[in-house]
């Protein structure tokens, strides 16, 4: 699987391993998730990667795996419920 998904965008690995991508911006000197009508071009594309993990995770699980991740929220949560250890690749 960690071969497919670097061979896609090595972006999505590092979804995988840090978690989904949510632009944030300061409000009264307190940093806060940016409401999504106002991510830029490039917070949505970065947003973008943790759902294609999803959705290459999903499509090679079998019946009982998905039924067991489909309420996850993030691929690091899907691996972490399906037992997958998701460490930084070493080079």
């Known amino acids: 699987m ?3 998904i670097e061979s896609i965008d090595q972006c999505i690995c590092d979804a995988i391993i840090n978690g989904s991508y949510v632009p944030k911006h300061m409000i009264n000197n ?3 998730d ?12 970065k947003a973008q990667y ?5 959705k290459i ?3 090679i699980l079998n019946v009982d795996e998905f039924f067991k991740v489909s309420q996850c929220t993030s ?3 899907m ?3 399906l037992g997958v250890t998701h460490e930084a690749p070493q080079m």
Not at 50 to 54: L, R, S
Request: glycine share 0%.
């Open 79 to 81: 691996l972490d419920i």
């Open 75 to 77: 691929t690091k949560e």
């Open 30 to 32: 307190k940093l806060v």
């Open 34 to 45: 940016k409401p999504w009508v106002d991510w830029s071009k490039i917070e949505n594309n």
């Open 2 to 4: 960690k071969i497919v």
């Open 50 to 54: 943790d759902c294609m993990a999803k």
């Open 57 to 59: 995770i999903t499509s």
